[in-house]
Structure formats: structure tokens, C-alpha cells
């Protein structure tokens, strides 16, 4: 009952730096079967780093990442910030950016020193019959590699590529190692590209990889792992996780992540460890195991 749950939810909060909401969590988790995770910020740091930089014949460098950096400077991306990052270390002075927007799955749009300035993935590219395929295989070199690759594009033509790159957590290949050896199911959800995430996937041994994922969707993913697997938890730290977080059996926010995902859960890991949520079905299983 409530008592018992209580108790195991305080004593796994002070050893594992969990913190439970809602108390009915600590039973739910013994019976979770699937576990679904969002990328950015719960698999990998969230803070990914330019790592590659290529450019058109005759674009210098310097202009991909002016171009790039303001326009970004607007956007509230991970990706976002990696690029303007890149940009200041260069000491590049960045423009002033009109009608900036952003277009979700795909990147960003802008006016620059009275250019129309894109930033993004293919699908932003074809969108405006922009010509990339001539760096198809620069892109896909570069997302076998576990990196997101962006074009950056000015008026109809192509100026470069940005590659960016975020490290996994220092646990993440551990957990997800244990979580198997549990028998639980593990998934990725993720708006990055197919071949990034199959990469990202690999390296960290996840067996599901759910990959272009738009923000509304992941709810619809949680659903359908539900049909298959009854008691699915999921696991984030974005905005657009919070939705997934309130469908899922069992929501489990990072706590690092924003303050809309930690409401919409159950359960916070309060430093963001993912192993934390084994101890957590460890702990529930061994409680409440014989008491039906
Ligand atoms: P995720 O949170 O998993 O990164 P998003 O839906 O936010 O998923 O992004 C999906 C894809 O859209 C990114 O991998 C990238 O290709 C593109 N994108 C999103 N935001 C930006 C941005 N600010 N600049 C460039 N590309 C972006
Ligand atoms: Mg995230």
C-alpha cells in the first residue's frame, strides 16, 4: 500500500537521487516491460560541439559560421548553441538577423544582410529546392560517425556543412547494458536524422531506435510500445517530452532538464543518472514481489 511505497520511494530518493511525485510510481515500476528515452539531454549531455566544418568550393570557413552563427543566435536549440559557440571562439562578429524563424524537424530561416539564410537538414533543403547531393556522401560519412550533420544554405545555393557532435552520459552505456540484462526493453525517440540515431543507438547498445521523430509524435510512439509491451516508461527532459512523460506508465524526468518535463513526471532523477531507474525497478520489484 502507500505506506510501504512511500517508504521505498524516500529510501531509493536518499541512496540514488531520485525523487518520486507520485507515490504509485514505486509499484508501477516493477511491472515496466519497455523503456522508451529521448536522446538530447537524457541519453547523451546535451551539449553538443562543432566538429567538423565543410565548405563549398570558394566559401571561406569564416563566412559559413557568420552566416550560421547569427542566424542561430535566435534559436533555443542544443544545436543552436553548439554553432554559435563555434562562432565567438573564432571571433567572428555575428548579423543581425530578421524574420527569423524556426521550423520544427528541420532547422531554421532568416534574413541576414538582406540574404535569406537557411540552416538545417535535408528536409529544409528540399523544401527550398536547394541543390545538396553533391555532398550526400560528406553527410552520410559524417552521420555514421553519431554526428548531426546541418547545411547551411544562402538565397538558393549551398555555402557549407556544420557537424555537430554530443557525448554520451558517463553511464549511459552501463544502464542501458543492465536495464537489458533485466529483460526490460530499451528505445530511443529521437527528431534526429535515421543514420545519426542508428549510430548514437549502437554505441550505446539500445535495441529500438525511433528516429525523425517530430515533438508530437513521441506521445504516438509511447502509445504504440504501450500496445506492445503493456507498462512502458518513459524517460526525458525536453519541453516536447512532456506530453510522452504523461502518457507513459511511468514518466521519469532529468532533473538537469526543464521545469515542464519534471512536472509532467512521476519520478525525477535528480542529477540526471540514469541508473538511478535500476535501482528504482530493483527496489520496486524486490518489495512488493510477494505481497500480492
Ligand atoms: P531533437 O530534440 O531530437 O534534436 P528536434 O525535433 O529538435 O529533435 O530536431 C530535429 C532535427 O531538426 C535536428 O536533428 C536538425 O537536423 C534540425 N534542427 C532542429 N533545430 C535546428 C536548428 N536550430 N538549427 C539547425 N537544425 C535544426
Ligand atoms: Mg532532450
Redesign the pocket.
Known sequence: GTPTALMVGSGIGAEKGILIRNGEAVQTFKDVKAIAF????TITKGKPEVTDLVTVEGIKEKEVLYFAGS??NA??????HA?VEKAKDQQIPLGEVKDFE???????VGSIDGTRIL???R??MKENNIAYEAYEEELVRLEEEAK???MIAQDKKLLGIVAVADPLKEDSIEAIRELEAMGIITAMI????QR?AAAIGKKVGISHVIA????DGKVEEVVRLQEKYATVAMVGD?I?DAPALKQANVGIAIGTGTDIAIEAADVTLVRGELSGIISAIKLSRATFRKIK
Open positions: 529521448d536522446k538530447t539531454g542566424i542561430e534559436s533555443e536549440h542544443p544545436l543552436a554553432i524556426a521550423i520544427v524537424g528541420m532547422g531554421v540552416v538545417g537538414n528536409k529544409l548531426t550533420a546541418m529521437t527528431g534526429d536524422n545519426t525523425e521523430v517530430l515533438p525536453g516536447n
